[in-house]
C-alpha cells in the first residue's frame, strides 16, 4: 500500500534551516514526481517544490526561490525539502504528494498525499 511520511517539522527561529523529509513506500520513485506544498492558517494551499521523476526541480512559490531546495535519494526512497533563511511567512503545515512522472504546481493533480508536518517559525 503506498504510503507518504513527512517528517523534520519544528519550531525554529527566524533565518534558521529545516530539512523535511519524505518517506514513500509502498512504491519506488522511478517513474514517480513528488511534490511539497503547504498550507498557512487562512489560506489556500500552495505548491512550493516539485522534483519530477527524471530528478528536475521545479520552484513554485517565488517567496523561497533561493532559499528552499528539493532532492531525492532513491536509495532511501525518500525526497527531501531544505529549507534555508526562513522567515515568519513560511509557517505552515507542509505536505509531500505523489503523481507520475511529471510535476504540477496544482494539488489536485496529486493523488497520494503524506498526514503533512507543522513548521513554526517565530522568535
Known amino acids: 500500500q503506498l504510503q507518504l511520511v513527512e517528517s523534520g517539522g519544528g519550531l525554529v527561529q527566524p533565518g534558521g534551516s529545516l530539512r523535511l523529509s519524505c518517506a514513500v513506500s509502498g512504491s519506488t520513485l522511478y517513474s514517480t514526481a513528488i511534490g511539497w506544498f503547504r498550507q498557512a492558517p487562512g489560506k489556500d494551499r500552495e505548491g512550493v517544490l516539485c522534483i519530477s521523476s527524471s530528478g528536475d526541480s521545479i520552484v513554485y512559490a517565488d517567496s523561497v526561490k533561493g532559499r528552499f531546495t528539493i532532492f531525492r535519494d532513491n536509495t532511501r526512497n525518500t525526497v527531501y525539502l531544505q529549507m534555508n533563511s526562513l522567515k515568519p511567512e513560511d509557517t505552515a503545515v507542509y505536505y509531500c504528494?505523489?503523481?507520475?512522472?511529471?510535476?504540477?504546481?496544482?494539488?489536485?493533480?496529486?493523488?497520494?498525499w503524506g498526514q503533512g508536518t507543522q513548521v513554526t517559525v517565530s522568535s
Open positions: 504528494a505523489r503523481r507520475n512522472d511529471y510535476c504540477s504546481r496544482y494539488d489536485k493533480d496529486f493523488r497520494s
